[in-house]
């Protein structure tokens, strides 16, 4: 059970270029100075440690487990929880990625993180940092928490879900700039009374790494009263709250668990000539349309597990499925085992997919050269230049991007399977 009541602060400071210690040093001066007494939850800026200096980012990195066993100590001492992003290397035999990720650091060590999923391309953030995916909520002594990192401030679907999962806070970690101060304000609100959830955010101040920051960090109440803020300086903020305040909030009239399912998800399957239409809705939006095609006939875990990270590389997920009729002439006249109508449903029942369109030739490359996807997504079984549709893509300025496929998963063998078994 959460205390009756707890504290939510920040430590807003003008973060110093690729100066840990110094950093550092200001975080563990700022605590001295409020001697908080816990339970209670303090935020810090973005990237706190170092800022956005990307010719040092590996660097960096590999001073983060320091740095995590350093709020450790603090978050021991002071009995509370301490959350700012850092940098995260991730190495594998084949890349090294870097994430953009807010650790929640208590008394026992790191208790949850967050991987910022909307990567700021004018910071360049896109160039140095890959985009994460949703992660669970933090078990805090005042209850589940969850978190942003800057500018995943302006997309309501991860505090929303956060907040479905059973969040009672939701912590910001962000250098937002002063030219959008006033959205900054706006967004926090937001968020707090559309989720009837406490809000606290820290931003940084100053200027650092070439941007000038707006600071005014803020704690906002589930019903959106602004119990703190800062203004443009280096400044911190405590306020005790009641964590059982979202219920009392929530009893009233109920937004934060409401999460019916309206979606039609046969709407999903659409003719050429409809979906085209639709598409170039989209692109004028900014969306980027990812396609990929193939028969789908028992539908796996490969399949969903391909689609999952097809979806992952735009804003749109086309998939081209193969009619009854191509798959016949190309597999034999056993095939396909499900046919199209069940295919198509099935496939638009999956939360990836946006979009199904079926196609009668033996390739897609009508489908492709007529919606021009923006990424052209097929199995790292193909090579580039063997992919349909890729010269034509990439000729329009577009990705062609290959994904690893699950081993040992396909509907050949599937199929052989039930066979043996009869």
Not at 71 to 92: C, D, F, H, K, V
Not at 211 to 218: E, I, K, P, V, Y
């Amino acid at each position: 059970m959460p205390p009756k009541t707890a504290f939510l602060g920040y430590i807003q400071f003008n973060i110093k270029a690729g100066d840990i210690n110094a950093n550092l040093a200001t975080v563990k001066n700022q605590l001295a100075a409020l001697t908080p007494v816990g339970p209670g939850l303090l935020a810090l800026p973005e990237l706190w440690a170092g800022g956005f200096v990307y010719d040092e980012l590996r660097d960096q990195a590999d001073k983060t487990d320091k740095l995590l066993q350093e709020l450790t100590e603090l978050a021991r001492q002071y009995n509370i929880y301490l959350a700012g992003s850092l940098p995260e290397r991730i190495s594998t035999e084949k890349k090294e990625k870097f994430y953009n990720t807010l650790y929640f650091t208590g008394p026992d060590g790191v208790v949850g993180r967050y991987r910022k999923q909307q990567l700021f391309v004018p910071f360049n953030e896109d160039k140095y940092f890959t985009p994460g995916n949703m992660s669970g909520l933090v078990a805090t002594a005042l209850g589940p928490a969850g978190g942003l990192v800057c500018f995943d401030l302006r997309f309501p679907e991860p505090a929303r879900l956060q907040t479905a999962g059973g969040a009672r806070i939701l912590l910001i970690s962000a250098q937002w700039p002063l030219e959008r101060l006033a959205h900054w304000r706006i967004l926090l609100q937001a968020r707090a009374v559309e989720n009837q959830i406490f809000i606290v955010a820290c931003n940084g101040c100053g200027r650092s790494c070439g941007n000038t920051l707006a600071g005014h960090s803020m704690i906002v109440g589930p019903d959106g009263t602004v119990y703190s803020e800062a203004d443009t300086e280096e400044a911190f903020g405590l306020q005790q709250v009641e964590p059982d305040l979202c219920e009392q909030i929530r009893g009233r009239f109920n937004t934060a668990g409401i999460t019916p399912w309206r979606t039609a998800d046969s709407d999903k399957i659409m003719s050429l000539a409809g979906l085209t239409g639709i598409i170039d809705q989209y692109k004028d939006a900014g969306r980027r349309i990812v396609f990929t095609n193939g028969c789908f006939d028992i539908l796996h875990e490969g399949h969903v597990t391909y689609l999952e990270e097809a979806r992952r590389q735009g804003d749109c997920l086309v998939v081209g499925l193969n009619n009854d009729a191509s798959i016949r002439s190309i597999k034999g006249p056993e095939r396909p085992v499900n046919p199209e109508k069940s295919r198509a449903r099935v496939l638009a029942s999956l939360g990836c997919v946006d979009h199904v369109v079926l196609f009668g030739d033996d390739t897609p490359l009508g489908l492709i050269n007529t919606l021009m996807p923006d990424v052209l997504v097929k199995g790292a079984d193909w090579a580039v230049s063997e992919i349909v549709g890729a010269k034509e893509v990439m000729a329009a300025g577009g990705l062609v991007v290959t994904i690893d496929l699950v081993e040992k998963m396909s509907t050949t063998s599937v199929i052989k399977k039930i066979k043996t078994r009869r």
